[in-house]
């Protein structure tokens, strides 16, 4: 019922989103669009550097033995990881991981509160959609990354602001790159934020309209559905449980798609939300989700993953202020509706990251420096953002 009911939103959306988007079109620049995405295939030295593997690994739990699958050309592999050897990962995949962290990928208890102060730098991508080359080349064109696609980010952080999933060729990629990163940023003392988008739940929650066909195919081999790939017996399914939908870092908001009116009325926290998220919702069963009434309106297009609201003319000034009021915030920085680049609307409060990287030609990253935004883009440029006129 609420599946169909987010699919004929989804066709609003899109409608909506191209109206936007054609009048956008008319009152900016972007920078000029690359023809060819960049082939960067070869600068991996350390990582998935085996051609011959076209998915993998999934790291699944079964009976007490940690078991490795993955795909090579039509056939599937499997190697139980006996002892601390994880050979395997790290000569096949490039992954130094240590085995502890293979059996246990999230450390300590989970952090609902998710609010962090007095961070200097900040760099914000969104809506990645498999795009694994293009993730990489503007992560390392704007020095998070090294050509090794190592973290030289030092303290700063990483928002990774939700759709890692879905449409693109590369989500397997992506989804270890930030697991990665994740472990190197922590030992430096910066920190990676994968916040969950749309498609993350969609994924988890069985939704699977809008996987690459290359996952069909891997699925398949494993005789498994793709979701289950993610369940909670596996290694990602049980890290991207623990992944929160909104985080506060210094007076910005991150959430992937938008505050309602509505989620303010329920007088929620972010650290209820995130609660409410991984405890009744993510990887969750349809029929928990449908009775009970808060993770539905979680799920409506009101909710914190699907909300579209600031397109409208008819929102004020009034409602932005409440919304950042409310969650003591100055800016909500958010994805999940494509523009040709990132954009800075409601006089500078909202500003919206996914620059359309899904179709893995053009991008851009938001950088924060010094309490200022710039704009990091795939030609290597960085430019102030300027809040947008008529928005
Ligand atoms: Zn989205």
């Known amino acids: 019922m609420i599946k169909s009911f987010m699919h004929s939103s989804l066709r609003i959306f899109a409608g909506i989103l191209l109206f936007v988007l054609a009048s956008s079109f008319s009152i900016i620049n972007p920078p000029k669009k690359t023809t060819e995405p960049k082939n960067t295939g070869t600068q991996h030295p350390n990582f998935f550097r085996n051609k011959n593997i076209t998915d993998g690994p999934y790291i699944f739990y079964e009976n007490n ?6 795909i090579k050309g039509e056939h599937l592999i499997k190697k139980t990881l006996s002892g601390d050897n994880t050979k395997y990962l790290r000569k096949k995949f490039g992954l130094n991981v240590p085995i502890e962290n293979i059996k246990n990928p999230i450390s300590g208890p989970i952090n609902f509160v998710q609010q962090y102060k007095n961070i200097d730098n900040v760099v ?23 050509a090794n696609l190592d973290w030289i980010f030092e303290t700063g ?18 989804l270890w790159l930030v697991y990665q990163l994740e472990q190197q940023a922590e030992k430096a003392g ?6 969950l988008g749309n498609h993350e739940l969609m994924v988890l929650n069985n939704d699977l309209r809008y996987i690459n066909e290359k996952y069909i195919h891997s699925s398949h081999k494993m005789n498994m559905v793709y979701t289950q790939l993610f369940a909670e017996n596996t290694f990602f399914g049980q890290w ?32 209820k939300t995130n609660q409410i998220f991984y405890e009744k919702i993510i990887g969750k069963s349809w029929d928990l989700i449908l009775n009970d009434s808060i993770s539905t309106f979680m799920l409506s297009e009101n909710g914190p993953l699907w909300h579209r609201g600031y397109f409208k003319e008819i929102i004020s000034d009034n409602e932005i202020s409440n919304i ?68």
């Open 240 to 271: 991207l449980r623990s992944k929160p939908v909104m985080v506060t870092i210094n007076d910005l908001l991150f959430v992937h798609a938008g505050i309602s009116d509505e989620f303010l009325s329920a007088g929620l926290t972010i650290e």
């Open 124 to 146: 914000v991508i969104s809506d990645v959609h498999g795009q694994f080359d293009l993730f990489t080349s503007l992560l390392k064109d704007h020095k998070v990354i090294n």
């Open 65 to 70: 033995k940690v078991v490795v699958k993955w």
């Open 157 to 174: 952080h990483l928002v990774v602001l939700g759709d890692i999933f879905d449409r693109g060729p590369k989500v397997t990629e992506l």
């Open 324 to 391: 950042l009021s409310y969650f003591d915030s100055n800016y909500l920085i958010i994805g999940h509706t494509s523009m040709p680049n990132i954009m800075s609307l409601k006089s500078g409060k909202i500003i919206i990251v996914d620059s359309g990287i899904k179709e893995g030609i053009y991008g851009e990253i938001l950088i924060y420096k010094k309490n200022e935004f710039f704009r990091g883009t795939s030609n290597g440029m960085v430019l102030k953002l300027e809040p947008q006129a008529g928005y």
């Open 190 to 195: 910066g920190k990676v934020h994968f916040i």
